[in-house]
Nanobody
Framework: QVQLVESGGGLVQAGGSLRLSCAASGRPFRSNAMAWFRQAPGKEREFVAT????????DYADPVKGRFTISRDNAKTTVYLQMNSLKPDDTGVYYC????????????WGQGTQVIVSS
């Protein structure tokens, strides 16, 4: 089982930036990747980005390509999400979770971190 703690969310104006962090403990390397997901009010949770632990390969959802950057620090077992040029549509609760590619592995959701982008 892996434990996840997300942080770094907040209130920001459109066009601004935030950097989210996901600290993983337990056995995070059992899965080959870690991903960020988000859930907007009244909507289903959706994939945002993923990065592999071994070689740092990344994959992004189309709405965030060119604006968000996912990275990892294996020594700290921490994954980051740098979010630039934020839009009101980026508002939601952001979660990290182990994956294989975009597919969830296990059920280890943390509390998430709230991002609010004002127009």
């Amino acid at each position: 089982q892996v434990q996840l703690v997300e942080s770094g969310g907040g209130l920001v104006q459109a066009g601004g930036s935030l950097r989210l962090s996901c600290a993983a403990s337990g056995r995070p390397f059992r899965s080959n990747a870690m991903a960020w997901f988000r859930q907007a009010p009244g909507k289903e949770r959706e994939f945002v980005a993923t990065v592999t632990w071994t070689d740092g390969r990344t994959d992004y959802a189309d709405p965030v390509k060119g604006r968000f950057t996912i990275s990892r620090d294996n020594a700290k077992t921490t994954v980051y999400l740098q979010m630039n040029s934020l839009k009101p549509d980026d508002t939601g609760v952001y979660y990290c979770h182990p994956t294989v590619g975009r597919r969830l592995t296990g059920d280890s959701w943390g509390q998430g971190t709230q991002v609010i982008v004002s127009s």
